[in-house]
């Protein structure tokens, strides 16, 4: 059973990886790139401050202030995930705007921010400390499908990609896009299926790979089809 304490650490290193994503979209050439990933990290690192006042022993007023910042990574990963896809991808640089990809997934962002802004959600008791945020029914089977659409898509685009380009460190910036994809399925399913397989708090380490996902994305210059990607 995890520890207050390491619910504290694991949150914490979930900070750097995404301060350490600010930087690296902070490089990026594009201003509006740069801008709109810089605040959907900065966004996503609310959750897990939530997260570690929750663990304690907040008040009521901590506890409603902060509600709408638990689930903050639900679109902030989802988006930059997107939006690294659209770097890393040539055909899809060449062919669209980063706002015109990121529209393709405009009904999962909308779903996510009317949950995020709605709050169909009740607090509860953690099972060992602290407080938790848990999605009411309907939603919360509205949200895991629209979760495991989304995953589907990322998977199928990462795969198609794969197949197509042969550059080696595009190829394993797609892998890295799809093993996070399959850690956050995992994730998703043992908390539909209330299975006790992990030893961290649903979706903190799973989530950390995925940005770490996202920054290995980042990292490296976009390649072009005339290099024979």
């Not at 990963?77 to 393709?104: C, M, N, V």
């Not at 802004?117 to 009411?136: H, N, R």
Request: aromatic letters at 16%.
């Amino acid at each position: 059973m995890m520890s207050y304490f390491t619910l504290m650490v694991m949150c914490i290193v979930a900070v750097v990886v995404l301060m350490m994503n600010i930087v690296i979209a902070n490089r990026l050439r594009n201003p509006g790139l740069k801008w709109l990933l810089t605040g959907l990290f900065t966004f996503a690192m609310l959750r897990y401050f939530t997260l570690i006042i929750y663990g304690d022993s907040p008040s009521l007023v901590q506890l409603q202030g902060l509600q709408r910042f638990y689930l903050s990574t639900t679109l902030s990963l989802s988006a930059t995930t997107a939006l690294a896809i659209w770097y890393i991808t040539p055909h899809f640089r060449e062919k669209i705007t980063y706002g015109g990809f990121l529209a393709f997934f405009l009904p999962w962002i909308a779903f996510f921010s009317y949950v995020i802004v709605t709050q169909p959600t009740e607090i509860v008791m953690g099972e060992s400390f602290g407080y938790e945020l848990a999605i009411l029914e309907p939603f919360q089977t509205y949200f895991s499908l629209a979760q495991g659409a989304y995953v589907a898509i990322v998977i199928l685009i990462c795969l198609n990609c794969l197949l197509f380009y042969k550059h080696p460190v595009l190829r394993s910036q797609y892998l890295f896009l799809i093993i996070a994809q399959l850690g956050l399925t995992f994730d998703g399913l043992s908390v539909v299926y209330n299975i006790e397989t992990r030893l961290f708090h649903p979706f903190i380490v799973t989530e950390i790979v995925a940005f770490l996902a996202v920054y290995y994305a980042l990292l490296h210059k976009p390649l072009d089809t005339k290099k024979k990607a």
